[in-house]
């Protein structure tokens, strides 16, 4: 019985099928609990009248006692299955006290909670013993009136069986996935707790070595206490918490990921910045503090924006470091240092990058939806931080129009002709070849700048002011391209009317990327092949031009943020209303950050303090930005998709800027030979040769084989490459198969959900159908009340069997809903699959039998032969409950069990078949007269194969 | 237990660990949020109130929080996190801590799922039929006559929304169902969320 898995376990869809009546039904004491406590007072009391009822009727007291209230069951019941159906399609129509059958169990069980459970704890149940109470209190309608007086006893029975049943398997748990479950448990505190003692207490009980058991368990108790306090110290070192909370109750998450993704660099740069100045510079300061400036530098103040002169004999530039062995404490050799924190650092960088693109890959495509235009996208989109009154309305009107927009949408997609379709697409066409054609162009003339400033530059020690000043026109005319071209951009936008807005942003996204990586790619290349021919010291001209890069870049944001912001509120405030307040465009602001952070990747081997400079400018621009958009900006009119585009946006960051920014750095170290005069690696053909040398020194030193031999063996060895290569692609290979599979059974078992709907919803037909050409016969039999009493000693059976099959209904359903809901969380296929349909089916079947049946007797009024019918289905159903509970009792072992399940499901589908035969032996020749025990029988078959299918439910899973 | 717990926080012994151990250990909160929470929520109660253990503080004062009082959906937030006996959506402290644990960062999709359930559940019957579904638009868009949609389109939403997400038919939206919609709109974890 215990035996679930813990997927199905923690999963509250597989206990929690809210579809089924009588679940819905189900009181509980506990509000907080249980979100569908509703008592209503009537209800209450027509359960309590049947519970005294059947307890008459068990006790088998008075004759007169216990026929009233199973006459009122029989009443009930006849509606109650009138409601069922009804209730199946629609749950709007409650009438709570339509049918006692399903009331019945649950008063009882209501009063056994209160009167008799110890503490209102206990009393709370979890949405899982929730399920489980449920599966089996749908037994109780179905009981024969013996069971029905051990009813309290066997539900407090289940109850506690239940708890302790999930004390056991989160006792079973490692200690983290115990927390952890315990943490996810969708119930109330107090509750909470209790599972906890209970769970702590029965794990202390069954360890068996206490000693060693207490050790550990105060280890990892320290443990656990350790990383609480990291968190929480690290909560402590959040920056701009209340900040962040403005923004996110004024604009929304959307906007508030831009801003967290600034904070992101900011830490990102923090921490290379550390690295750098850590391993590269403070060594260098220690050994030689001051920087050897020549006589005639002295510092001007155009420095600081162009970053030559007095500068480029400091520790900024590559130019700045020694290729000396410090001698100290220890002996420091600072060309290996710089080389591995460089490497080191590119390799960090791209880990983390690689990780958080990864994770947000997995979360934000793999489970989205492939087409999700759907209303309930826009439904569940709604910010819950947003907490500033006039943000809200504002959303709220936002939200309305979107709604209506994406009704309209809907109507309006098929009906576009192909005249309008040929002129969007040359649209697009026109606006692509144009901005790309753009982005050519600026490369184009970022190139001839290049090549005019290498013509005006001299490689002199010192710079005229006019000289210095000469060399800002390249990153200012870059920077300007940067502002002006993106806006052209998002001009063309109005034109292109894409269907959504995600294509829109994404086309706006490629072309800037694409305006950016042709400057950039020119830049470079004049980089790599002009400059290094020209200057003596050519790292630190290039570190020069990216330090001017980087500021004249900073400064354009500030005008951008202007322009685009400011000016634009004030041209929609006072000029122009028609154009209104703008919206703060994220991905605009967002590529700025992610060009801002490339140009310090680029610069990192040429100017290893840039990164001190880039946390100063983001952390200008956090504020500026957020004074610009409070001040300026309306919350953004469109909403959702803030998680997609926060991947996209990272996948961009990876993709194609720190890739290139690494690809050129690797190329500098390994192809470009470094100047002759400065900077730690003076004197070398290459960067990498570093490495060479220093492994030369280590095989003379006899402690240190092992790291020659890995050096030889690993680094400098094709075979190895080409082996890791190899193992690479049989694993991508493997993986890569894996996901065709995973497709496959994705589509198999979404085709399956679909199918089960269909199985479901014919059903459901077919039972209306049936209930439609029922009413007149139902009326008839309700008529003559001498009918109804002279049937008084059979009513039970008819009227049971009626409640049976519709519970078998009922039942199956549920199991129905269980299995969909396991499949479409989990996504696991269960074996018991197959038979949940067929299941259903049977008890359908049997339902509609029994129907028939009952409508025989009462027309033909053959009362003879149905209380042996009767007697005949009890008994088969004592039967089936004795093997059940023999099932349950020997749950301990396993295999015997599973095998016992299958050899009794087995025999209850031999039985069937023969009863079906028997059926048809019957029914083929027209024995109107005397159906009743091959129904009754066909009945107790299905309720035995339902009993089995539950068996099966509760011990394999 | 409970009350203890609330004890040893009123009466400043904040740095009891065992106390915030527990604390931390159910929530989805760090030591300096279940303290905010408690800086908070004390500012709620009155003076006689605060040396009481395991107070109640009614929906009226709950909803006067800044983070509370302008979301649509306050009223039932309060009813579904609120373990009165009377459903009057009062919060004791554990209640509060329960509400914003389900709302923090760190807080799993499928609780959040669950409580956004819940919370979309209006009349509590389980699941999302077409009275809650309207109700959740109106909710959204506004509940005056002129913010909110007209019966015909309100109809061709709900049709629309029951299309996407009702698989097995049944009219209405239950929680697995309302499960595996969520999980497809990867918005919705960082959109459920209140901060202190």
């Known amino acids: 019985m215990t035996s679930y898995s813990n997927g199905g376990f923690f999963n509250p869809a597989y206990h929690d099928n809210e579809t089924l009546e009588i679940d819905k039904r189900y009181p509980r004491k506990n509000n907080h609990t249980n979100p569908y406590a509703r008592e209503a007072p009537s209800w209450q009391g027509s359960g309590a009248e049947t519970h005294n009822g059947s307890v008459g009727r068990t006790t088998g007291g008075d004759d007169s006692l216990a026929r009233m209230p199973w006459g009122g069951w029989e009443e009930e019941s006849q509606r109650g299955r009138e409601s069922i159906p009804m209730g199946l399609i629609s749950t709007r129509h409650h009438d709570r006290n339509h049918s006692a059958f399903q009331i019945n169990p649950d008063s009882q069980y209501d009063r056994s909670r209160i009167g008799q459970l110890p503490s209102s704890i206990s009393a709370n149940m979890t949405m899982r013993w929730r399920g489980m109470t449920m599966r089996s209190m749908s037994m109780f309608p179905d009981a024969d009136p013996a069971r029905l007086a051990f009813t309290e006893d066997a539900i407090r029975n289940e109850m506690e069986n239940e708890e302790q049943n999930q004390v056991k398997e989160l006792v079973a748990l490692s200690t983290r996935d115990r927390i952890h479950a315990i943490r996810s448990l969708p119930t109330s505190f107090a509750e909470k707790k209790h599972i906890r003692s209970q769970v702590l207490k029965s794990a202390k009980k069954s360890r068996k070595n206490a000693h060693l058991a207490d050790f550990s368990e105060n280890v990892s108790l320290f443990f656990r206490r350790c990383g609480y306090s990291v968190r929480s110290a690290r909560q402590t070192l959040q920056l701009w918490h209340g900040i962040m909370k403005e923004i996110g109750g004024k604009f929304g998450t959307s906007v508030l990921s831009y801003f967290v993704f600034l904070k992101w660099l900011l830490m990102f740069n923090i921490f290379s910045f550390l690295v750098n100045f850590g391993f590269i510079t403070i060594p260098l300061l220690v050994y030689d503090p001051t920087p050897n400036i020549p006589p005639n530098v002295s510092f001007r103040g155009l420095e600081l924006l162009t970053g030559a002169g007095y500068f480029r004999y400091t520790v900024m530039y590559y130019g700045g470091y020694s290729n000396k062995i410090l001698v100290g404490l220890v002996d420091y050799n600072m060309q290996l240092a710089y080389f591995f924190t460089i490497t080191l650092y590119m390799v960090l960088c791209g880990v983390a990058l690689l990780y958080s693109m990864a994770s947000s890959f997995q979360t934000n495509y793999v489970l989205a939806a492939p087409a999700s235009s759907g209303a309930w996208q826009l439904l569940c989109s709604w910010d819950f931080s947003v907490t500033n009154e006039r943000a809200v309305r504002q959303r709220k009107n936002n939200l309305r129009v979107q709604l209506q927009e994406s009704l309209s949408e809907k109507a309006q997609r098929e009906r576009l002709t192909l005249s309008v379709k040929l002129k969007q697409f040359g649209v697009y066409l026109g606006s692509w070849l144009l901005s790309t054609g753009l982005a050519v162009g600026c490369g184009a003339s970022i190139f001839y700048l290049c090549q005019y400033e290498e013509q005006r530059t001299t490689d002199a020690p010192s710079w005229t002011l006019l000289q210095e000043a000469e060399t800002l026109l390249l990153p200012f005319v870059v920077s300007l391209m940067n502002l002006v071209i993106p806006l052209f951009y998002s001009l063309f936008n109005k034109f292109e009317l894409y269907s959504s807005q995600r294509k829109q942003v994404y086309a706006l996204v490629v072309r800037n990327v694409l305006l950016r990586g042709s400057i950039l790619g020119v830049l470079c290349y004049y980089w790599m092949n002009v400059v290094p021919e020209k200057f003596s010291c050519w790292e630190s001209v290039v570190g020069q031009s990216l330090y001017r890069l980087v500021i004249f870049d900073f400064l354009f944001l500030m005008l951008g943020s202007f322009f685009g912001e400011f000016l634009s509120k004030v041209l929609g405030t006072t000029l122009l209303p028609r154009l209104g307040v703008p919206e703060f465009d994220i991905a605009r602001n967002v590529l700025e950050l992610i060009y801002a952070q490339t140009l310090a990747w680029i610069g990192i081997y040429f100017s290893p303090l840039l990164p001190a400079i880039q946390i100063l400018k983001f952390f200008i621009l956090f504020y500026l930005k957020k004074v610009s958009l409070t001040h300026n900006c309306q919350p953004p009119r469109r909403t959702g998709r803030a998680a997609q585009m926060q991947t996209t946006f990272i996948a961009l960051l990876f993709f194609p800027f720190f890739v290139g920014a690494v690809s050129m750095v690797a190329f500098t170290a390994w192809r470009l030979t470094p100047s002759k005069h400065c900077g730690p690696f003076r004197g070398l053909s290459n960067t990498f040769i570093v490495v060479e040398v220093w492994i030369a020194e280590l095989a003379a030193k006899p402690g240190s084989v092992w790291v020659v031999w890995i050096y030889q063996h690993v680094i400098e060895s094709e075979l190895f490459y080409f082996m890791l290569v190899l193992i690479v692609l049989v694993v991508i290979y493997m993986f890569w198969q894996v996901i065709q599979g995973r497709k496959q059974l994705i589509v198999l078992l979404k085709q399956q959900i679909v199918n089960e709907g269909k199985d479901k919803a014919f059903l459901l037909e077919k039972l209306q159908n049936l209930q439609k050409s029922r009413p007149n016969k139902i009326l008839k039999q309700k008529t003559p009340k001498k009918h109804t009493k002279q049937r008084s000693g059979n009513v039970s059976a008819g009227g049971q069997s009626t409640s049976n099959a519709m519970l078998q209904a009922l039942f199956a359903r549920q199991q129905l809903e269980d299995e969909e809901g396991r499949r479409g969380n989990g996504g696991v296929p269960v074996p018991s699959d197959i038979s949940t349909s067929s299941a259903l089916v049977q008890a359908m079947m049997a339902r509609q039998r029994a129907e028939d049946q009952e409508e025989d007797t009462h027309m033909s009024d053959t009362d003879f032969s149905s209380p042996s019918a009767f007697t005949q289905a009890s008994q088969a159903r004592q039967r089936a409950e004795v093997e059940a509970w023999d099932e349950h009792n020997g749950a301990a072992d396993y295999h015997e069990n599973a095998a016992n399940t299958s050899s009794a499901v087995m025999l209850v589908m031999q039985a069937r078949q023969r009863a079906e035969d028997e059926d048809r032996t019957q029914w083929v020749p027209a024995h109107p007269q005397n159906p009743v025990p091959a129904g009754s029988s066909a009945l107790i078959q299905a309720m035995l194969a339902r009993q089995q299918a539950q068996n099966e439910f509760d011990d394999g899973y | ?196």
């Open chain 2, 1 to 196: 237990m409970s009350s203890s717990a609330h004890l040893k926080l009123t009466s400043n012994s904040y740095h009891s660990n065992s106390c915030f151990f527990s604390l931390q250990e159910l929530t989805f909160l760090t030591k300096q949020e279940i303290l905010l929470a408690h800086k908070r929520f004390t500012e709620l109660l009155s003076k006689e109130e605060k040396d009481l253990p395991n107070t109640r503080v009614s929906m009226e004062r709950i909803l006067s929080l800044p983070e509370l009082k302008s979301n649509p959906f306050r009223e039932r937030i309060c009813h579904v996190f609120s373990t009165s006996a009377h459903q009057d959506g009062s919060l004791t402290f554990e209640d509060f801590l329960d509400l914003l644990s389900a709302f923090s960062d760190s807080a799993t999709l499928e609780i959040k799922s669950h409580y956004a359930f819940r919370i979309f559940d209006f009349d509590d019957d389980g699941t999302l039929d077409c009275g809650d579904l309207e109700k959740l638009v109106n909710c959204l868009t506004g509940e005056t006559d002129d913010t909110r949609l007209g019966p015909e389109e309100m109809r061709q939403l709900i049709n629309n929304i029951l299309e996407e997400s009702d698989i097995d038919k049944d009219g209405t939206v239950n929680l697995s169902e309302f499960q595996h919609v969520i999980s497809r709109s990867p918005d919705f974890v960082s959109s459920f969320k209140i901060v202190l």
